[in-house]
């Protein structure tokens, strides 16, 4: 079971790696964010960026179960 959680935490974060390289600057960064340049980005984000952003976070939560889940295996050792 550990082998297996070990093979899975390799593969999400190294595709994790690579989703999160794909996504698409937004701006100037934080301070962006204060002003309206922040909403009008989010509006008219594509259907791509969307769904970029939907299996990058689906994915990080799988990385995060599996990290919870190793621990607890570990735990037990």
Avoid at 3 to 13: D, M, N, V, Y
Avoid at 44 to 60: E, H, K
Wanted: hydrophobic letters at 55%; aromatic letters at 8%; proline letters at 0%.
């Amino acid at each position: 079971m550990i082998f297996a959680l070990s093979l899975l935490l390799i593969a999400t974060s190294l595709v994790l790696i690579v989703l999160i390289l794909m996504h698409r600057g937004q701006g100037g960064g934080l301070s962006s964010m204060f002003g309206g340049s922040f909403y009008s980005n989010v509006s008219g984000s594509s259907v791509l960026q969307r769904n970029l952003d939907r299996i990058t976070v689906i994915l990080g939560i799988v990385w995060a179960i599996t990290i919870i889940g190793l621990g607890l295996l570990y735990k037990n050792l």
